[in-house]
């Protein structure tokens, strides 16, 4: 059995999605009950019915995904996420924990010091913050609320993957995420290499 507490499906609704590119799909959004961080997290299930869904889980990031920000690579992500998972069947979540859970404000707080030279992760230690303060014990729940127990995980990020295996949800290989790079992330993106262990395939991200 899970190792945490059930949530239980709110409401389903179908949301047209449209992208700036011109790309368009038709999503269900759920909402749930019960869910142990009290946040008002969405799931958004796209394509066809699949027996190992590709599932994404997405932190909100007001900067990148709305605003489109190049100081980081949420957006497109985001944007790609949609469209591989719409292809093949499965469920992005749409996490509330901006700026890597630290909150909007603090995520700001944080470009502050990052323009004086800390990396992404210092930057949030400088502010007395952890360096990534994400669980996803609700993503879990989410999940095991939509019958999904098994899955491909579309990320880069191997923490992502081991939190979801310690809440018995089955990620039977992570699927990396394409690279986005623009003049004013490659920093943010070599730290996440160098600090994280992100799988991001670009050498001049790790060269010294």
Known sequence: MPDFPAATPRARVRVPLRFDDGYSVDAELVTFHGLTDGQEHVAIVLGPPS???????????????????????????????????????????????????????????????????????????????????????????????????????????PDKAEQLRALDIDVQRRVPTGVFTTDHNVRYLRAKVLQTQHTLPLAELTAS
């Not at 997405?58 to 920000?69: N, P």
């Not at 944080?110 to 990534?132: F, H, K, R, S, V």
């Open 51 to 157: 027996a190992t869904p590709l599932v994404r889980l997405h932190s909100e990031c007001l900067t990148g995904d709305v605003f489109g920000s190049a100081r980081c690579d949420c957006g497109p992500q985001l944007r790609e996420a949609v469209e591989q998972i719409a292809t093949r069947g499965g469920v992005l979540l749409y996490l509330r924990q901006e700026g890597r859970g630290i909150g909007l404000y603090n995520k700001l707080d944080a470009y502050a010091l990052q323009d004086q030279g800390l990396d992404t992760y210092a930057a949030n230690t400088a502010l007395g913050l952890p360096e990534d303060a994400r669980d996803y014990t609700a993503a879990a729940q989410m999940l095991a609320a939509l019958g999904v127990t098994e899955l491909d995980l579309l990320s880069n990020n």
